[in-house]
């Protein structure tokens, strides 16, 4: 079954710590994003990678990091820099054809 | 970098009207016009697409114009229904060189009354 996963769905922290939201695809898709979706502002671009082993800043990328180790794989971490982590994050990919993104499910991240 | 308006915020019509959803772009090298609806609590979905070399697609009940000179793009539903209500987003991008991300709108939720 062909998708994007993404975990964990809902995630609790403390101020101040770093938290990895997973996002793994098995469409073969070269291209993967990340998108953070506040109400009222859409999806603001975070982190995107192209290729492995190459990421590029998207418009809100302060307090985030991002790897892509692998052609399947982009985690995200939201660091302590981030001053309002609090957001629905949606990872995508894309394959070169298209263009078209597929979305998975999403993560809840809720900071206390 | 690109910049993507998108108008109204929301809009609610009666079933079977016509809803039309406006958006404005930036950068003039954009070249990549799609618009992708999110019911309520599932993940965003592309519903129809339009490259620059076109002027208007078509698919079914839903058509997206573009006019490349103004920088704006539209959605046009016609005879809407209520499984057409969600959210719907468009966005922008290059497709050839350069950041080839989407940029969004804010997004518009659509009502539809019965």
């Known amino acids: 079954d062909g998708g994007i996963t993404q975990s964990p769905k809902y995630l609790f922290r403390k101020e101040g710590q770093n938290v990895t939201l997973s996002c793994e695809q098995n469409l073969n898709h070269d291209a993967m994003y990340w998108y953070r979706q506040d109400p009222g502002q859409g999806l603001r671009l975070i982190y995107y990678s192209q290729i492995v082993n190459d990421f590029q800043k998207g418009d809100i990328a302060e307090g985030y990091s991002v790897s892509r180790e692998k052609k399947e794989s982009f985690p995200l971490t939201v660091t302590s820099a981030q001053k309002n982590p609090t957001a629905f994050y949606l990872c995508?990919?894309?394959?070169?054809?298209?263009?078209?993104?597929?979305f998975g499910e999403g993560s809840r991240l809720t900071v206390l | 970098g690109e910049n993507v308006e998108q108008h109204p915020s929301t809009l609610s019509v009666q079933e079977g009207d016509s809803a039309v959803i406006k958006c404005t772009y930036s950068?003039?090298?954009?070249?990549?016009f799609p618009w992708y609806k999110q019911e309520l609590g599932k993940r965003p979905q592309l519903i129809i697409d339009?490259?620059?070399?076109?002027g208007e697609k078509k698919d079914q009940r839903i058509a997206v114009t573009l006019n490349k000179t103004a920088k704006h793009f539209s959605l046009h539903i016609t005879e809407t229904q209520p499984e057409d209500s969600a959210v719907y987003f468009c966005?922008?991008?290059?497709?050839?060189?350069?950041?080839?991300?989407?940029?969004f709108g804010s997004g518009t939720r659509l009502q539809v009354q019965p």
């Open positions: 995508a990919s894309s394959g070169r054809e298209t263009g078209e993104l597929f």
């Open positions: 339009i490259r620059s070399n076109v």
């Open positions: 950068d003039s090298a954009s070249n990549y």
């Open positions: 966005a922008a991008s290059r497709r050839d060189t350069g950041r080839r991300a989407l940029t």
